[in-house]
């Protein structure tokens, strides 16, 4: 971001918010891990789509592919089977990796899983509201760069996510970090130049 001053909202296995101001002013929002935060990142989503299934199974939910779509991707016959995967087999990684399921099924059409696509969205865009709120960027605009796997690659969220912003802010420019390392060692090489 020009100057390395902006908001960065990072959402793949887990998710955060950064800004930095013109002021030197730092605020972030979620980060708090799998456990209890995250809001918006790929475990998130997992773990959402995860609960929906388990409902759909017992009756006590909408029916959702996203069911059947997880047992696939898992490879199992029956959704008891995704006790023992959950508790037994997986780590954050693997519920995060379920994300991939929940866009899938979100582009056919599934309404449980299109909510879940929505809800992320909606997640990812609060936290960025909130860190704008705390921090001054003058002209009106806010220099915003997405990062992780889940803004980078999944369109229809970034979109979404970009969508809510502009009800509130104007998110100008965005850049899509696909490779943060080089990104990364760019920012190294322009703070090295002005020392």
């Avoid at 708090?32 to 009756?59: K, P």
């Avoid at 001054?136 to 980078?152: E, H, N, R």
Wanted: aromatic share 4%; net charge positive; with cysteine.
């Amino acid at each position: 971001l020009p100057g390395a001053r902006g908001i960065a909202a990072i959402a793949g296995t887990g998710a955060i918010v950064l800004g930095r101001d013109a002021r030197d002013e730092i605020v972030r929002t979620s980060g708090w891990g799998y456990v209890f935060g995250d809001e918006g990142s790929g475990y998130d989503l997992g773990r959402l789509a995860l609960q929906a299934a388990a409902r759909a199974a017992d009756g006590r939910g909408a029916k959702t592919a996203l069911l059947p779509a997880i047992m696939e991707h898992w490879g199992l016959t029956d959704p008891t089977g995704l006790i023992g995967r959950v508790y037994h087999e997986s780590d954050p990684g693997d519920i995060a990796r379920l994300s991939t399921v929940v866009f899938a099924t979100a582009c056919q059409g599934d309404a449980s899983a299109r909510r879940l696509v929505s809800h992320a969205a909606g997640e990812l865009a609060l936290a960025v509201r909130v860190v704008a709120d705390q921090l001054d960027f003058p002209g009106g605009s806010i220099p915003l760069a997405l990062g992780g796997g889940m803004l980078t690659s999944q369109t229809d969220l970034r979109t979404r996510v970009l969508r809510r912003l502009r009800r509130h802010l104007n998110p100008a420019p965005v850049e899509i970090v696909a490779e943060p390392a080089l990104s990364a060692a760019r920012g190294a090489i322009r703070l090295g130049g002005n020392r």
